[in-house]
């Protein structure tokens, strides 16, 4: 199987608080690449991130970061002290390994409330 | 940076009146492909393309048809539209396999 799952289907918190987002996928390869996007409410699709299986340690850019852990199947995503703006769906993908595209989870809607 | 430009971004029309929504890159990417993105049924692959003259079906290919006869661009083509083919559309261009993929700005067709 190739799933993607993030079982969160809607998150709402209040400004300023950090909230974390859960992707748990499954793999046969050992080596291969992880994704993050951001859908706002505008609709567009937008790249966050891409992790390698070599590379576990965690990236933080600003206030996002990223949690890869092998041993759980896990990329965990989290926002730290959260903004209106950062009100979103949040996609984890990972591309095929038999065919030519990226495998989504369903998506995490996020609402942050002022 | 990479620039993906579809057009239309809205578009609203009847049963069987064809339709051709564009896509063009600025990034002379070789792969190219299309989405539709659906409540409950996520993101899925319509066609892709891994260089000029070269396309691919992809997991709901039914209804559409593609041309690749550019690098540049790569239109989605719906000979005979319906209404279950109302949906959001991204087209997306990549690097290599394990490259990210960048989205147009979405294409949000209506078929009455």
């Known amino acids: 199987a190739q799933k993607v799952t993030q079982a969160q289907t809607e998150i709402s918190v209040v400004e300023k608080e950090d909230v974390t987002l859960d992707c748990v996928y499954e793999?046969?390869?050992?080596?291969?690449?992880l994704f993050w996007y951001k859908q706002p409410p505008s609709g567009e699709l937008v790249f966050l991130i891409r992790?390698?299986?070599?590379?576990?340690q965690n990236e933080i850019s600003g206030r996002y970061s990223w949690n890869f852990q092998k041993s759980t199947s896990s990329f965990n995503f989290t926002i730290t002290a959260s903004q209106v703006v950062d009100s979103a769906v949040y996609f984890c993908?990972?591309?095929?390994?038999?065919?030519?595209?990226?495998?989504f989870g369903t998506g995490t809607r996020l609402q942050v409330f002022p | 940076e990479a620039q993906v430009t579809q057009n239309p971004r809205y578009l609203i029309t009847v049963t069987g009146k064809k339709l051709t929504v564009t896509c063009s890159q600025n990034?002379?990417?070789?792969?190219m492909s299309w989405y539709r993105q659906d409540p409950g049924l996520g993101l899925r692959q319509i066609y892709y393309s891994m260089n000029v003259e070269v396309t691919d079906k992809g997991d709901v290919p039914e209804g559409y048809k593609v041309s690749r006869k550019e690098k540049r661009n790569f239109p989605l083509i719906l000979e005979s539209p319906s209404p279950n083919q109302t949906s959001l559309y991204f087209c997306?261009?990549?690097?290599?396999?394990?490259?990210?993929?960048?989205f147009g700005n979405g294409t949000r067709l209506t078929v009455t």
């Open positions: 990034m002379n990417h070789e792969y």
């Open positions: 993908a990972r591309p095929s390994y038999n065919t030519d595209k990226l495998i």
């Open positions: 992790r390698n299986s070599f590379d576990e």
């Open positions: 793999t046969r390869d050992t080596t291969y690449y």
């Open positions: 997306a261009i990549r690097r290599n396999y394990n490259s990210p993929l960048h």
